[in-house]
C-alpha cells in the first residue's frame, strides 16, 4: 500500500515539473530553436568570460541568458498571450538587436585584446550568439514588417488603383492645423 501512496505523491511533482518545461512543439520550431540557441551560447558565453582574464564583460551574456532564458519560458508556456499589454515581437526584436550588437563588440575585444584561452573561447561564442541573435532579429524584423503591412507574404501587394508607384512623392503640408499629403 505504501508503494500505491508514493507513486500516487509523484504524480503531482512530475506535472509541476512538466509544466515548466519547454513544450516539444515549440522546441522543435523555428523561434524554439533559435531561443534554445541563444541561451545555450550566452550560458556557454558567460562561462567562458567567468573562467578568463576578460572577466569585466561577463555580464552581458548572464543578462542575455535571463532574457532568453524568460523569453523561452514566456512563449513555450504561452505566457505572453497573458499579457496583451506588451507587444512581445518587439520587445524580442529589441532584445536581439542588442545583444547582437553587444555581443559582437565584446567578442571582438575579448579576442583581440586578452591573449588566454578562455577569452579566446568565449569571443568564438560570441561570435556564433551574435550570427544567432542576428538570425533571430531577421526573422522577427520580418514577421513585424508582414504584420504592419496588414497581410502574409503570399499575398499580392494592395493594388494602388493607377498611381504609378515609381513616380510617389509623399510632400506633407500644413493647411490649418492639419497634415496633407500631396501624390506626384
Known amino acids: 500500500m505504501g508503494d500505491i501512496e508514493a507513486s500516487d505523491s509523484n504524480r503531482p511533482r512530475q506535472t509541476v515539473i512538466h509544466s515548466l518545461l519547454p513544450s516539444k512543439e515549440f522546441i522543435s520550431s ?3 530553436l533559435l531561443l534554445l540557441g541563444e ?5 556557454i558565453s558567460f562561462v567562458c568570460f ?3 582574464t576578460a572577466a569585466a564583460f561577463v ?3 548572464f543578462i542575455e541568458f535571463l532574457a532568453a532564458l524568460f523569453l523561452l519560458f514566456a512563449y513555450s508556456t504561452k505566457f505572453n498571450e497573458r499579457f496583451k499589454g506588451f507587444h512581445w515581437p518587439l520587445m524580442d526584436f529589441l532584445r536581439c538587436v542588442s545583444a547582437s550588437i553587444i555581443f559582437f563588440i565584446i567578442s571582438i575585444i ?3 585584446k586578452y591573449p588566454d584561452g578562455a577569452s579566446k573561447a568565449a569571443g568564438v561564442f560570441g561570435f556564433v550568439a551574435t550570427i544567432i541573435f542576428a538570425l533571430d532579429f531577421y526573422f522577427i524584423f520580418n514577421e513585424l514588417a508582414n504584420f504592419l503591412k496588414g497581410g502574409d507574404p503570399s499575398e499580392e501587394p494592395p493594388n494602388t488603383q493607377g498611381i504609378n508607384t515609381d513616380l510617389l512623392f509623399i510632400l506633407p503640408f500644413k493647411h490649418l492645423g492639419s497634415v496633407r499629403f500631396f501624390y506626384f
Open 50 to 52: 567567468a573562467a578568463s
Open 59 to 61: 555580464t552581458a551574456p
Open 110 to 112: 575579448s579576442v583581440s
Open 39 to 43: 541561451v545555450v551560447l550566452s550560458f
Open 30 to 32: 523555428r523561434k524554439g
